[in-house]
């Protein structure tokens, strides 16, 4: 196992940056960058992005200097690459989650202000909050799992008309598609067994939307889910911390990005 750095050469924030992998295991590189006194904000899903300044330290520190294709390079071989387009922010990939069906799933979470791209979406979710920054959720029968209200897209929907149907469906929250803001999408590849992924559709895009005043009634129309609360983003963690998901809620919701 080895640590890579290239030169400070990426130029971003008025500074000048290097990027720092593993070439076969993240939580080796994650335990590198703690003893370097990198911060976790650093990391963008498969690299940790480094200040020029910092750059000797950390090949003191026992990183080896490469250049930037040979370090792309150890990390397409090392399988930790993260697919993603420029300026969005890798969270983590969450390997081996076992989804209700029993399906197994890698997943990438992935932070962007932009749309995924729509002919890829399946599903949409979307975080709630009211005039307090409290935030709607839902138990999920088929998941027996409490989180934000949201499903599958259904065919001829925009993703947006996805979104604001199943929060009507689940909470009777009515938004309107140009008021979602995206926050992020979740990337699915198969490991065992099937689902839309296969067919080209492996994103889940996730939104976030405001309603006027605080803890409007929530209400359901259909029987996917079993309850509907508002909670603060503390009850929120302790509802869902333990989920494959909540690293990317974390990084939106912290500061909130909904």
Known sequence: MTIL??????????????HLVSDSDLEELHAFARGCGIPPRGFEGD??????????AVVAAGARPTDGRELLRALVASGLRMQKRRGDRGVARVRDVRLADGVVVDVDLIVSDREADAARVFAALVFVHDASNDLAVVHSVWRDEWGAPGGGREEGETVRENAVREVHEETGLVLEGEALRPLGYERFRGVEGSGPWACGRDLLQLYGAGVTGRRPPL????????DRRWVTPAELERLCGHTFWWPLAAAVLSPRGG
């Open 219 to 226: 209400t359901t129309t259909h029987d996917d889910s079993s």
């Open 5 to 18: 750095i290239d030169p400070p050469r990426f130029e971003a924030h008025g500074r000048r940056w290097s």
């Open 47 to 56: 690299h940790y992005d480094v200040p020029e300044e910092r750059y000797a």
